[in-house]
């Protein structure tokens, strides 16, 4: 039998209210918190009834404002405070609500409740977001991407606070300031926006060349995720997990996307940055309002704390990652996002997550990056969120009762009774009690702490190049040249020569090849002896290369014009539909369409409003549509950008025509008198009917599959 607990959780937070005291009618449930504005008088914040509050109060029609008009000051002056202060680094996110269902008990590894039975769904709230840029800036620019997860468990809540790359760029939390500003837009010009691309960044790293790894993931394809759905998330940090009997394993944490993992090529990351800035925030909300659910399996590496010292790494280092060949990802649960927000705001905005928000059964390493971000989010909050009550705010608040001594502060909703606010009391019997045997309470693993007092790390963290080596060797040639071309943007844009030098020379101690390839691109001297490659092992989980084929979500755009053949539409659409991808109709104007008989079909978009970078593939049926748009250049440019993109591109009959007159060059396409479908490099073409079921069924595995890397040899560049 399967338990649900919905977030927000009106009943749980009403019960928790209600065992606070018996004050209960005057503490309002989150329903009640919830304010439908319909079929309502306006009022004030007073509840005073408003004739009017689009004309301000004057004296005389030409007059001057009366100050006594307290209905036009109070509108202003909430309005003059609509915005708080957005978060430092991840301002730019988008969240949902969802569960979280563990597939078998996982006592054996941990005491934590939401591990351990598989009929719980654990309420949760997933915020994706960006790390740079200011919170209106483009989804799709180059930059790592947030993964936070908060659980709402019946130990209270778990903040999972992760990333889609597995490392950091630092070791240590009193850097990360430092990391912060060089990324940030320069401070003189506040240019450029939510972009490593300038020199600050990259001499920063020239000179913390710790970094090493994290930026060859952040030049790599995970930095411009097709999609938050198509992207995995890492815990990065190490943590423990205790069970019940004490015994403890160390654990890193993964999100692995089953939509697969897949990304964006740079060029058209850059035009939907201008086209559509909220491509990936759309994306996600739009798959949970069709029901196409996004879903994550929780996966964790496990290790005996007996092998600590056994690798080649330091554990504790956040530069590294343990690869899933030593040891590999158990998969243990599943993640569903099912709800989005009623209010951007209310939820998504407000939420505050932090890495110390802990339950019973999950511990703390001493990784110097996890220390010092225990401190940083709750100080962060205090002067984001306006005091210390935070968590009182509804999408903060636990499903579990909160009772301590702690009172008062800014914006306090609860009304705590009672003449006691401390412990020990005898004046209200010793209530709240220090949590008792058989209740859930937080223990930590009673380490063993012994040292001097120092500034100063391992001598095991010092190694920065052999993983971000291993990870340039992990990887398939189109991934390889995705890292060569992106350091050659990015160094490119650096003004300074002797930065993009550094940088150059620093790659030499990763790959000597890489490093050459780099310096030709951006103008920099080829070191004079080129290094061979920092590691020889490689990790083929590390690669983007082998996703599974899936046509389900993926978007295909339909050009068609007056004349467009039905059949032939119906045919490869319906199979496309069936298949659970989206089809959308592009045509000259929006509206009727008719085909070749006079039956019309809805055109959504056009040329104007559509663009082949929103688009995962392109089909033109056949008929005298696909002739009428062989005059259309817009139409022209959208078949062949999503060709240069390396996209399915699908075409009948008249469409074939209308292909080759696009200047997609390079690929055979099917001639006059061709019995079947001619499929190169992932251009699909038919001339003759009797193929048409054949071409469908080739059509949906097409949709569902890999760019064609392929071609980008031959067209980057002749297309321009
Ligand atoms: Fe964060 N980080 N961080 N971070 N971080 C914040 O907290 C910080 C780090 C991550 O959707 C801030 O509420 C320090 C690693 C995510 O609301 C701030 C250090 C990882 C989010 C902060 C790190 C992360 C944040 C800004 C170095 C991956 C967005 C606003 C020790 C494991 C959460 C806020 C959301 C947000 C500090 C490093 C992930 C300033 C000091 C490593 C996903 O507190």
């Not at 202003?76 to 597939?103: L, N």
């Not at 150059?504 to 103008?523: F, P, R, W």
Request: with cysteine; hydrophobic share 40%.
């Amino acid at each position: 039998m399967e338990k649900e607990t919905t977030y927000p959780n009106a009943k749980s937070n009403a019960s928790a209210n209600m065992q606070r005291g018996a004050a209960n009618d005057k503490i309002r449930d989150l329903d009640a918190e919830r304010v439908s504005h319909n079929d309502t008088k306006l009022t004030t914040n007073q509840g005073v009834g408003i004739a009017d509050d689009q004309e301000i109060q004057r004296a005389g029609v030409r007059g001057p404002a009366l100050l006594q008009d307290f209905i036009f000051r109070e509108k202003v002056t909430h309005f003059d405070h609509e915005r708080i202060p957005e978060r430092i680094v991840h301002a730019r996110g988008t969240g949902a609500h969802g569960y979280f269902q563990v597939y078998r008990d996982m006592s054996d590894l941990t005491m934590a409740a939401f591990l351990r039975d598989p009929n719980e769904k654990t309420p949760v709230f997933v915020r994706f977001s960006t790390v740079a840029g200011f919170r209106g800036s483009p989804d799709t620019v180059r930059d790592v991407r947030g993964f936070a997860v908060k659980f709402y468990t019946k130990d209270g809540n778990y903040d999972l606070v992760g990333n889609n790359m597995p490392v950091f760029f630092i070791q240590d939390a009193i850097k990360f300031p430092d990391l912060i500003h060089a990324l940030k837009p320069e401070p003189n010009n506040e240019i450029p926006q939510a972009q490593s691309a300038h020199d600050t960044f990259w001499d920063f790293v020239s000179t913390n060349q710790e970094s090493a790894h994290n930026v060859m993931w952040l030049m790599s394809d995970r930095a411009i995720p097709k999609s938050y759905r198509t992207m995995d998330g890492f815990g990065i940090h190490t943590f423990k997990l205790i069970n019940a009997s004490g015994a403890v394993k160390f654990v890193k944490f993964h999100w692995k996307s089953l939509q697969g993992v897949h990304s964006l090529v740079w060029d058209e990351a850059q035009r939907i940055a201008g086209k559509d800035p909220d491509f990936n925030r759309r994306d996600l909300w739009e798959a949970i309002e069709n029901g196409n659910y996004p879903q994550w399996e929780l996966g964790i590496q496990v290790l005996d704390p007996k092998d600590e010292f056994k690798f080649d790494f330091d554990i504790l280092d956040p530069t590294k990652l343990w690869p899933e060949e030593l040891i590999p990802v158990q998969r243990i649960g599943k993640l569903t996002l099912n709800r989005n927000v009623t209010n951007f705001f209310a939820e998504t905005e407000q939420i505050a997550f932090c890495p110390a928000n802990l339950v019973p059964g999950i511990d703390l390493t001493n990784d110097p990056m996890l220390q010092g971000r225990l401190f940083s989010y709750l100080d962060t909050q205090l002067s984001r969120l306006g005091g210390p009550n935070f968590h009182e705010i509804p999408i903060n608040r636990p499903v579990v009762p909160v009772h301590n001594n702690q009172r008062d502060g800014m914006h306090r909703m609860t009304i705590d009774e009672g003449v006691s606010a401390y412990y020990r009391n005898a004046l209200q019997d010793g209530q709240p009690h220090p949590a008792q045997r058989g209740e859930s309470a937080f223990a930590s693993d009673p380490a063993q702490v012994e040292g001097r007092v120092v500034r100063n790390r391992a001598e095991s963290f010092m190694d920065f190049f052999t993983q971000a080596s291993l990870f340039f060797n992990s990887l398939s040639n189109p991934e390889r040249q995705h890292i060569v071309d992106a350091f050659r943007f990015e160094l490119g844009k650096c003004k300074h020569m002797p930065v993009r030098q550094a940088v150059v020379d620093m790659l030499n101690h990763i790959d000597g090849e890489l490093s050459k390839q780099v310096a030709i691109g951006c103008g920099a001297t080829v070191p004079a002896t080129l290094k061979p490659a920092a590691s020889k092992q490689s990790s083929p989980a590390l690669s983007m290369a082998h996703q599974p084929n899936m046509p389900k979500g993926r978007k295909v755009a339909v050009l068609i014009d007056q004349g467009f053949d039905r059949k032939c539409l119906d045919t490869v659409c319906n199979a496309l539909t069936q298949a659970g991808a989206c089809v959308e109709i592009i045509a000259p104007k929006q509206g009727n369409v008719s085909d070749a008989g006079g039956k019309t079909i809805m055109s959504t978009q056009t040329f104007e409003t559509a663009t082949s970078v929103l688009y995962d593939a392109v089909f033109v049926p056949c008929g005298q549509g696909a002739s009428a748009l062989l005059g259309n250049g817009n139409a022209l440019h959208f078949a062949v950008e999503a060709f240069k993109h390396c996209k399915p591109v699908v075409a009948c009959g008249e469409g074939v025509d209308f292909l080759a007159a696009s200047g997609i060059r390079g690929v055979s396409l099917a001639k006059a008198g061709d019995k079947s479908v001619v499929e190169d490099q992932g251009v699909l073409t038919l001339r003759d009917w009797g193929a048409i079921q054949d071409f469908a069924a080739k059509t949906v595995a097409l949709v569902g599959g890999e760019r064609h890397w392929e071609r980008a040899q031959t067209v980057f560049g002749i297309i321009a």
